[in-house]
């Protein structure tokens, strides 16, 4: 596609449920990074990948979130047994090469947990 | 680790006046700066970038931002605002983490209000 796209875009959970948010980045672009925007963190990087690994997973914030990317293209942030605090807008990037000189955002896709 | 301090989190202008969105950042040996944009429930979009060279950089939308690497700054400045405008602005550090990821580290955000 022309951009990189995130679905759902609006997701609502009960608290305690499993949810999965998706990302199809620009067709080519071997560099994945997922963020969180959330009111009182800003935000935060969370996972890279490059291709289908994920060598730095350090801004992960619990071991109830995992990420995977198959293809070398779609992306998969799953969350279990959300919590309140989960609630937030989650980015994702991607960028042809992984060298940190440019990045294209998706709309974001905005969790509530109730 | 970077930081980014985004000195004002609102900044009101009238219309066509000009505007200046206050950003310094942590020092490193090199540093790739970025500002974004979002308009709101959308994601972010590139204004502009330094990655080398020129320090004054242009963008889209008329906007600028000159690299001063003695203050650690990246001031973004547009000489005349348009209600279109009213967005918020994110400046951004790309540092690599040592496993080959080049993160994003955000300030926390300037709203710009542009008031007709």
């Known amino acids: 596609g022309a951009g990189v796209s995130q679905s759902p875009s609006n997701k609502v959970t009960e608290k305690g449920k499993d949810v999965e948010l998706r990302c199809d980045p620009i067709?080519?672009?071997?560099?994945l990074y997922w963020y969180r925007q959330s009111l009182g963190q800003g935000l935060e990087f969370l996972i890279y990948f490059q291709g289908n690994s994920a060598p730095d997973k350090s801004g992960l914030p619990s071991d109830r979130f995992s990420a995977e990317r198959t293809g070398g293209s779609v992306s998969t942030l799953t969350i279990q047994r959300t919590q309140q605090e989960d609630s937030a807008v989650y980015l994702c990037a991607s960028s042809l090469v992984g060298d940190g000189t440019e990045a294209f955002f998706g709309q974001g896709t905005r969790l509530t947990v109730v | 680790a970077q930081s980014v301090t985004q000195l004002d989190s609102q900044v009101p202008v009238f219309e066509e006046a000009p505007v200046e969105l206050r950003c310094n950042y942590s020092?490193?040996?090199?540093?790739?700066l970025f500002w974004y944009v979002q308009y709101p429930n959308q994601g972010l979009q590139l204004l502009l970038k330094?990655?080398?060279?020129?320090?004054l950089v242009k963008g889209i939308n008329g906007f600028e931002a000159e690299f001063n690497k003695s203050q650690t700054s990246f001031h973004l400045r547009k000489p005349s605002v348009h209600i279109s405008d009213t967005a918020e602005y994110f400046c951004?550090?790309?540092?690599?983490?040592?496993?080959?990821?080049?993160?994003?580290?955000f300030g926390k955000g300037t709203k710009l209000s542009v008031i007709p």
């Open positions: 067709s080519g672009h071997t560099a």
């Open positions: 020092s490193s040996v090199s540093v790739y």
């Open positions: 951004a550090v790309s540092e690599s983490s040592g496993a080959g990821s080049y993160q994003l580290t």
């Open positions: 330094y990655l080398s060279g020129s320090t």
